[in-house]
């Protein structure tokens, strides 16, 4: 299973091919359309969000509500195109425009991929480096995750995602999971605790009228993977490895660990281990989840739980001292419409590239046509556990 996405934030859409999804998964577009509208919520969102109404066209890959087997095309329209035709158009514009109509960008960010990819790809206007490097582009993975979760979803396998800090105020309370499943779409940053979630609103608010941004922490829980999904025999099939990198691919994105993660420093192996227990029902299970599911490099049946860390977003309303790159004049870094918190939004695209990691695992693991030779390969798996 993999997937490639096209398009620029301000262009006219974006597209996402996914090839390697199996035959006869029903697809409803509903729920795609779902995880998008989650990713353009939370506090702290911008003006774009009030702009965009993201919802999902099939093209390709799907008859009839169910998979072909056959590459999936999906596209999400860009409404905030129509302020933006002869900017982004690929039509050439006329000298006289040129000044007027590209809003060139020549003064780049801190913290932003203006002044390296302007560099590489030898762009003098910077807009054509923030166009596609901008987080636009995780609306595209969202919509590849929305699917993998479907198929995860045939599989009994479920996933749940919260913020548990945001800019230095926590809600990292080791919430049982019925508690969490209960709480986290009640309010708009995606935590357990309602009190805990209006002070972070007030510190959101309090970055806005500073024209500053902050980051956090967020947390995605996956129920149901069964055991041995991974490797240990080579790096690169190490399942909390290919998160990893998924995770830190994100926009904004600078950390990732699992289970009790970097905290594992702080204590003795004997705290931190996951004791081995069993009984004739579940069959192997652990006495705790210190590792959050995982132990060499695969799932080990239990709870997996990635956490991620989101550095502020670079774009700043009191921006700071940058470049111009043409005349190499000190100035204040441009100024792009931008949010001054996205986190709550941020738990919902790790979900759903966390979701396209297993999936894409699972199915290196069991080869399969249809959906329903996968289904009952992961049965078989799962008995495993208990027969071994």
């Known amino acids: 299973m993999r997937y490639l996405t096209s398009g620029e934030s301000h262009g006219p859409q974006l597209t996402v091919i996914i090839e390697g999804v199996p035959a006869n998964l029903e697809i409803n577009v509903a729920e795609i359309n779902e995880e998008m509208f989650k990713r353009q919520g939370g506090y702290g969102r911008g003006r774009r969000m009030q702009i965009e109404k993201d919802a999902v066209e099939i093209v390709s890959g799907v008859r009839n509500g169910y998979t072909l087997g056959s590459p999936i095309t999906l596209i999400v329209t860009n409404d905030d195109f129509t302020h933006w035709k ?10 006289e425009d ?9 003064k780049p960010r801190p913290g932003h991929a203006d ?56 809600d990292d309370i080791e919430y049982d999971l019925e508690t969490i499943k209960s709480n986290i779409d009640k309010n708009d940053v995606r935590v357990v605790n309602d009190e805990i979630a209006q002070t972070m609103r007030d510190k959101i608010d309090d970055a806005k009228k500073a024209g500053d941004t902050i980051g956090g922490v967020v947390q995605t829980i996956i129920e149901g993977v069964p055991v041995g999904i991974g490797s240990y025999v080579h790096y690169d099939r190490k ?13 904004a994105f600078k950390g990732v660990s699992f289970g009790e993660g ?28 210190h590792l ?3 132990e060499g490099g695969m799932s080990n049946g239990m709870p997996i739980i ?46 759903n590239v966390v979701a396209f990691e297993l999936a894409k695992a699972l199915l290196e693991e069991f080869q399969c046509n249809h959906i329903e030779q996968l289904q009952a390969q992961i049965e078989e798996r799962r008995l495993l556990n208990i027969e071994y």
């Open 86 to 95: 002869k900017i982004m158009g690929a039509d050439p514009i006329s000298e």
């Open 98 to 106: 040129q000044d007027n109509m590209k809003r060139v960008i020549t």
């Open 115 to 170: 002044l390296i990819g302007g560099m590489k790809y030898n762009h003098r206007d910077l807009r054509n480096v923030l166009e596609r490097s901008s987080a636009r582009e995780t609306a595209a993975r969202v919509a590849v995750g929305a699917v993998s979760k479907i198929l995860l979803k045939q599989l009994n396998i479920h996933f749940y995602s919260r913020v548990v800090e945001i800019g230095g105020i926590k």
């Open 239 to 251: 399942l909390d490895g290919r998160i990893a990198q998924g995770v830190v691919s994100i926009n």
């Open 262 to 289: 970097f905290k594992a420093a702080e204590k003795p192996g004997s705290e931190i281990q996951d004791e081995i227990l069993y009984d004739t029902t579940n069959g192997y299970y652990r006495g705790s989840n």
């Open 292 to 294: 959050g599911g995982f």
């Open 306 to 351: 990635v956490n991620g860390v989101m550095k502020p977003i670079p774009t700043l309303y009191k921006p700071l001292n940058s470049v111009d790159i043409n005349t190499k004049e000190p100035f204040k870094a441009s100024i792009e419409r931008s949010d001054s918190c996205a986190v709550p939004a941020a738990s919902v695209v790790v979900e």
